[in-house]
């Protein structure tokens, strides 16, 4: 064999190896986000058993976005894109105790930062709390009792933004379970709240804001074992100077702004939905929580998992593999998304009947949301593959170039809006947010391209050709399967559960038959590491 052709094999075991670790680490983070989901649709079933719709969980949901908003645009995602890369960086080039001395600095500045916003909002609760809901001014109890739920879990954005931190740490150095099941905690601890704690409250939702900052407090504690066997010490470390907080920072901004956008994107879709037919507004929530669920499943896991890959790869100079990551992670993202969207396509209307066709929630709200749901289904693949995407400016440590592009197709949607609104109703709102998705998705590819060199795009399409064949074959064999119901029926949730359940197992069945006889590099890619598990454990 000659020495080019044992170089490309050394490279293709390295890559192989490389992929595995990114599907075992995604398969531990879809796991648990998983369980987490499920988790969330039980606690808001509860929460709507014991409180219903009346003032008192109107009072909740508005003082909970207050934190909630504040945990988006500091937390979850703008934290872990911005301390990751530069953490990676130093844990690479300059030894653990160099890296582990940022992590501390970060974390002692992020609590004093966080304190003084906390005790800014406790005390100026009456006028955040009109800045979301006005209209509440007019009932004085309503009010009284939103400032005081936001009051109570203000703290909360500490311990998620805590948690946000000992996840990029974590994650950094391979370890994805314990940062993954935070979220569990949290709808264990408001769960268990309502149950426990609720009963012995004069106001009983208070007892379920106490149970968010129990949650809180106990997503920090699981990341405590693991940070401490992976030799992570806890003191205070202030050094406002130092040359990675101030990298963090300007990594930071620009990923802040871009949550803004996001954000933006969502008031301007509420706001235009309530200009429609009563019920728009419920439409998009509903069907936007269903689209969500696979996105937050697979694409977020896959996300989490490549980022801190491809910022070692990145510190250390490997850019050709980087880039060879890059395109794999995104053709193992659509193998999974673009089947999620066509089962959510052809049976919308069988699982929101399922879900929702109960009491007030008529067969027209269910076709109204269904709907909804085809338009964002549509976008679900741009959506996944603008989060694995945007991973590889990131680890480039590059926030600022994913903004500008999300600004442009933030742009575009909001045009479409207007646009479509008139003759597809709640229905354009949704096809709009798809379609921008889509512009977003080109653009990060295009830049990333014209920047870092030529990407294996052929072995890419050829990708996503096999998929569609396969995709076409299951989304026919599930709405066979569906078929044999009347869906119009309400009631019959043990019925309309087997029927889908058929269809989902047949569908997956056939894509999977399917993408085997084609060959599928991403079938493959996810298999190895469950055979090496079956290895392992027989």
């Not at 987490?36 to 079933?45: Q, T």
């Not at 909740?60 to 979850?76: D, G, K, S």
């Not at 929630?361 to 995407?389: C, K, N, Q, W």
């Not at 197709?409 to 229905?427: D, T, Y």
């Amino acid at each position: 064999m000659s020495r080019k052709n044992v170089e490309e094999s050394a490279e293709k075991l390295k890559g192989d190896g490389e992929n595995s670790r990114i599907v075992r680490a995604a398969g531990v983070v879809g796991t648990a986000t998983l369980g987490s989901r499920i988790l969330g649709f039980v606690r808001d079933m509860v929460t709507a058993f014991f409180f219903g719709t009346g003032n008192a969980a109107d009072a909740f949901f508005v003082a909970f976005t207050i934190p909630n908003l504040l945990r988006r645009l500091f937390a979850e995602g703008t934290m872990t894109v911005s301390f990751v890369p530069v953490f990676t960086d130093y844990l690479v080039n300059r030894g653990r105790d160099e890296a582990f001395r940022v992590a501390r600095i970060t974390m002692t500045i992020l609590s004093i930062v966080l304190v003084v916003i906390i005790l800014i909002g406790i005390v100026f609760s009456p006028e955040i709390v009109f800045l979301f809901a006005p209209g509440f001014k007019g009932d004085p109890l309503k009010w009284e009792l939103t400032v005081d739920l936001t009051r109570i879990m203000f703290p909360y954005i500490l311990f998620v933004s805590l948690t946000a931190l000992a996840m990029g740490v974590l994650n950094s150095m391979g370890h994805f379970l314990a940062p993954a099941s935070a979220p569990i905690l949290l709808n264990v601890a408001m769960i268990g709240s309502m149950f426990l704690i609720s009963p012995l409250m004069k106001r009983p939702i208070v007892g379920l804001a106490w149970g968010v900052i129990i949650g809180g407090l106990l997503q920090v504690l699981l990341q405590v074992g693991p940070l401490i066997r992976r030799g992570v010490t806890f003191r205070l470390s202030l050094n406002y100077s130092h040359p990675a907080v101030k990298m963090i920072l300007k990594l930071m901004l620009p990923a802040v702004f871009g949550a803004s956008i996001y954000q933006l994107n969502v008031v301007v879709i509420r706001l235009l939905a309530s200009m429609l037919e009563p019920g728009s507004v419920s439409y998009l929530y509903y069907a936007d929580r269903l689209a969500q669920f696979p996105l937050g499943i697979f694409a977020v896991a896959i996300g989490t998992a490549v980022l801190p890959s491809m910022s070692k790869m990145a510190a250390t100079g490997r850019i050709d593999e980087l880039k060879e990551t890059f395109t794999d992670s995104l053709s193992i993202a659509l193998f999974i998304t673009i089947p999620a969207a066509v089962g959510l396509i052809v049976l919308r209307v069988p699982i929101i009947s399922l879900l929702f066709y109960r009491g007030e929630f008529d067969y027209s709200s269910v076709v109204s949301t269904a709907e909804a749901l085809l338009y964002f289904s549509i976008g679900l693949p741009a959506v996944s593959g603008v989060r694995v995407m945007a991973n590889g400016f990131y680890a480039l440590k590059d926030t600022a170039t994913p903004v500008k592009i999300g600004a442009v197709s933030i742009a575009l949607n909001i045009v479409l809006c207007f646009l479509l609104m008139g003759p597809l109703r709640h229905g354009g709102l949704a096809l709009a947010v798809s379609v921008a998705a889509f512009l977003n998705a080109f653009l990060l590819l295009y830049v990333f391209r014209r920047r870092e060199g030529r990407l294996r795009l052929r072995r890419l399409f050829v990708s996503l050709v096999k998929t569609t064949i396969a995709c076409t074959a299951m989304g026919a064999s599930s709405m066979f399967v569906a078929s044999f119901f009347d869906w119009e029926l309400k009631g019959q949730i043990l019925s309309k559960l087997i029927f889908i359940t058929a269809a989902i197992v047949v569908g997956v069945l056939v894509y999977t038959a399917v993408t085997y006889l084609m060959g599928s590099r991403e079938l493959k890619g996810i298999a190895k590491p469950i055979k090496e598990k079956l290895k392992i454990g027989s």
